[in-house]
């Protein structure tokens, strides 16, 4: 044994030390100059015959030639993991075709539903881009009278109304309302694309629409709380219990339990509805049917706890309110159904008695009177001409824009602490929102092939505030800024205090055009006095 244990020794003599082989394995140690190797033994229970020691040594790696084509694959497969990953390529929709040629691109435009209607050029640039194809009269004809239902209107066709009356389209229009981002439709561009102007445009007619009702309903209160009041009834929030009150949800989702559905699921297709819903019944009927449908189809109540604004101390009004307004809450049904008399002195003439108190003749014949407002007036271009059966309504109608002129530029810090109502706020109220509702229209008419967020993009850039305020400071009209003595020459310093006063006061001048002259005023004011777009050219 001896023997044949000295043999397989001698075999393995390397530069190896081996000591007397034991049966504990602690005892036996193995020491290389080249490198540390693995060892396998086999110890038998009884005494072995033929011991065999098992070893391995592995020698240091060698480096490989500079040329060698495993040191490049293995430099390669290094930089890759260095290397910041790929950018994925994007889906083929947002990939640029080649333009189309200008017969092709003609033909388009021309035979395009929204250069259709030369009578009404806003509900024609609402329309979809294309005609309606095979799915999109499936929906009508399987949906559409359960919407009409719920919403009260006939349900007859309106294709069979005349070319003449704006309600012709409202089939189209109530069908896109409806056709929300998350429902099956969106993938037609052209559905996608009339879904997104419609609750462009819905959105401003409903803010408009409730700040004339709560100017009116509620003549002493301050803007504030009437916002407070409109966020609680048309805030997101809200939404899906309108809908579910008008039993509309499953036109929403036809599929889903809107109940069940968490809150990021549900409020936005819910708001997009709604508020394309009164993009297409503003275009089709007018301002009276959405004041209906608001109030009347989804039941909301101005007077609901839920929709209260906070309490807050209030300043004590004196003055006097309008007799129409006095001890009297006007509903809805008042708001929608009034219409002017024949020789009313405005376009809106409660809505101007509304923001514009009785108060105001006694600052007739006072310095600003006469120093100011002539200036004022002629840089506004006012008094328009107006054709009146009687000379004493044109005489009036300018005492009454003289004096609403003033109070456009009667800066809170002068008056409201004793007479809340003697600052330009409430008109300031009034003409953000009609400001807003004009520049959406302009912005669809001008841009008929773009969707509802470029142009709510669009729109928010060009009626940012400190834009509206530089508007004005162009024309040199904020030195006709009424002031109080305390803050008059820390607003003439400040451009952080005076920049938001100004924009107040483009905001007050676009409510008093509105209220005396109506919308078209407006437009002039925006687009040729003060040029909002800033399209046309400058004085060198």
Not at 83 to 99: C, D, N, S
């Amino acid at each position: 044994m001896l023997q044949s244990f000295n043999s397989t020794n001698s075999s393995m003599e390397l530069s190896s030390s081996l000591t007397p082989f034991s049966k504990k394995l602690s005892d036996i140690s193995f020491s290389s100059s080249l490198s540390p190797f693995p060892l396998q033994l086999y110890p038998q229970t009884s005494k072995p015959k033929n011991l065999r020691v098992l070893a391995v040594a592995v020698g240091p790696s060698q480096e490989l030639p500079r040329n060698s084509p495993q040191r490049l694959l293995k430099e390669l497969a290094h930089r890759k993991k260095a290397t910041a990953p790929r950018k994925k390529v994007p889906p083929k929709r947002f990939i640029l075709k080649p333009p189309l040629d200008d017969k092709k691109l003609t033909e388009r435009f021309l035979n395009s539903p929204q250069l259709s209607l030369k009578q009404f050029p806003l509900l024609s640039s609402c329309l979809p881009s294309s005609k309606l194809n095979t799915a999109d009269n499936t929906w009508i004809d399987e949906y559409l009278l359960e919407a009409k239902q719920a919403l009260g209107y006939p349900l007859e066709k309106s294709d069979e109304l005349g070319d003449d009356n704006p309600a012709k389209q409202f089939d189209t229009l109530l069908y896109l309302a409806f056709q929300h981002p998350s429902c099956d439709r969106t993938n037609a561009r052209h559905v996608r694309s009339a879904h997104s102007r419609l609750w462009f445009l819905g959105q401003y007619v409903l803010e408009l629409a409730l700040a004339e009702f709560f100017l009116q309903r509620y003549p002493r209160e301050s803007p504030g709380p009437m916002r407070e009041r409109v966020f609680g009834l048309i805030g997101k929030r809200n939404l899906p219990n309108w809908i579910k009150a008008a039993s509309l949800q499953n036109l929403i989702f036809p599929y889903d339990d809107m109940d069940k559905l968490i809150r990021k699921d549900r409020e936005p297709p819910v708001k997009s509805v709604f508020w394309a819903l009164f993009g297409a019944i503003y275009l089709c009927f007018g301002m009276p049917e959405v004041y209906r449908v608001l109030f009347e189809v989804f039941g909301m109540e101005p007077e609901a706890e839920d929709c209260q604004p906070r309490l807050r101390r209030q300043l004590e009004d004196v003055d006097y309110v309008s007799v129409e307004f006095e001890g009297n809450k006007l509903s809805w049904q008042d708001v929608a159904t009034y219409k002017p008399p024949q020789d009313a002195l405005f376009a809106h003439p409660r809505l101007f008695r509304a923001c514009v108190p009785p108060g105001m003749h006694r600052f007739r014949g006072n310095i600003w009177d006469y120093d100011s407002k002539p200036q004022v007036m002629q840089i506004l271009g006012y008094p328009l001409a107006v054709n009146d059966r009687i000379p004493e309504i044109t005489e009036a109608r300018n005492i009454e824009l003289g004096l609403g002129l003033q109070l456009c530029f009667m800066h809170p810090s002068k008056y409201k602490f004793e007479h809340p109502r003697f600052c330009f706020e409430r008109l300031e109220y009034v003409g953000q929102k009609i400001q807003d509702l004009v520049m959406a229209e302009r912005l669809l008419m001008k841009h008929l092939d773009a969707p509802g967020r470029w142009l709510q993009e669009k729109h928010r850039r060009v009626l940012m505030n400190k834009f509206c305020g530089r508007y004005l400071r162009e024309k040199y009209m904020h030195r006709f800024i009424i002031y109080s003595e305390q803050v008059q020459d820390a607003y003439e310093n400040n451009r952080r205090l005076r920049n938001p006063a100004t924009t107040a006061v483009q905001q007050a001048l676009h409510g008093l055009s509105y209220t005396v002259y109506g919308k078209p005023d407006v437009r002039r004011l925006m687009f040729e006095v003060f040029d909002f777009e800033q399209i046309q050219p400058k004085s060198v």
